[in-house]
T-cell receptor, first 114, second 113 residues
Framework: AQSVTQLDSHVSVSEGTPVLLRCNYS??????LFWYVQHPNKGLQLLLK??????LVKGINGFEAEFKKSETSFHLTKPSAHMSDAAEYFC????????????FGSGTQLTVLP | KAGVTQTPRYLIKTRGQQVTLSCSPI?????VSWYQQTPGQGLQFLFE???????NKGNFPGRFSGRQFSNSRSEMNVSTLELGDSALYLC????????????FGPGTRLTVL
C-alpha cells in the first residue's frame, strides 16, 4: 500500500521569498514521486518527478524537490516565489516505473502575497 | 502535439440521470486513467484502461463504468446519479502502463442537482 501526506493545507509567502511545500510518503517499495500543480479551473500540470535516477530533481518554473529516503520525504522548494505560482500543489506517489493508480496527497494551497 | 482533451467541460444533471464523459488522450498514448476530484475526498483513482482493457479499478460503486476504444479514446459513464457525484472528473494519459508519467486533461465539471 502507498500513501502521501502533505503537511500543510495552506502556505502563504511573499513574492520574492522562498517556497517550501512539505510532503511525506509511505510505500512498501521504491516509489515514483511527483509534484503536480493545479491552477483554478484547470487540469493538473506536472512540475517534476523522481524515479530513482537522482535524489535532487529539478522541474519547471524554477521548482525542485529532494527525495530523502531516510525521512520518507519529498519536499518541494523554489528560491523565489512569483505571483503566478499561486495555485494548489499535489504530491503524488505511484509504484516504481508505473503510471498506474496514482495516489494523491490532499493538496497544499499556495498563496503569494504582493 | 495536442494535449489531453475532455468533453464536455461542464455538465449539469439531475439525480437519477446518467452521464457519459469523453476523453481523447495525447496522440500515441495508449493508457487512459480517470480520477474524481471533490473538496471532501480530494483526488481519487477511478479506473485505468490500456488497449481497450480495464487494468485497474479504484474503490467506486458499480454505477461508475468506463471503456476504451481502439483509437485509445475513452469514455466513462455514471448511472443513477447522486448528489455526491458532483465533482471534477479528470482524465490522464500515458504512453503505456509501464510509463511513469501521466498527463492530465482540463477535466469535466459535473454538477448533480
Amino acid at each position: 500500500a502507498q500513501s502521501v501526506t502533505q503537511l500543510d493545507s495552506h502556505v502563504s509567502v511573499s513574492e520574492g521569498t522562498p517556497v517550501l511545500l512539505r510532503c511525506n510518503y509511505s510505500s512498501s517499495y521504491s516509489p515514483s514521486l511527483f509534484w503536480y500543480v493545479q491552477h483554478p479551473n484547470k487540469g493538473l500540470q506536472l512540475l517534476l518527478k523522481y524515479t530513482s535516477a537522482a535524489t535532487l530533481v529539478k522541474g519547471i518554473n524554477g521548482f525542485e524537490a529532494e527525495f530523502k529516503k531516510s525521512e520518507t520525504s519529498f519536499h518541494l522548494t523554489k528560491p523565489s516565489a512569483h505571483m503566478s505560482d499561486a495555485a494548489e500543489y499535489f504530491c503524488v506517489v505511484s509504484p516504481a516505473g508505473s503510471a498506474r493508480q496514482l495516489t494523491f496527497g490532499s493538496g497544499t494551497q499556495l498563496t503569494v502575497l504582493p | 502535439k495536442a494535449g489531453v482533451t475532455q468533453t464536455p467541460r461542464y455538465l449539469i444533471k439531475t439525480r437519477g440521470q446518467q452521464v457519459t464523459l469523453s476523453c481523447s488522450p495525447i496522440s500515441g498514448h495508449r493508457s487512459v486513467s480517470w480520477y474524481q476530484q471533490t473538496p471532501g475526498q480530494g483526488l481519487q483513482f477511478l479506473f485505468e484502461y490500456f488497449s481497450e482493457t480495464q487494468r485497474n479499478k479504484g474503490n467506486f460503486p458499480g454505477r461508475f463504468s468506463g471503456r476504451q476504444f481502439s483509437n485509445s479514446r475513452s469514455e466513462m459513464n455514471v448511472s443513477t446519479l447522486e448528489l455526491g457525484d458532483s465533482a471534477l472528473y479528470l482524465c490522464a494519459s500515458s504512453p503505456a502502463v509501464t510509463t511513469d508519467t501521466q498527463y492530465f486533461g482540463p477535466g469535466t465539471r459535473l454538477t448533480v442537482l
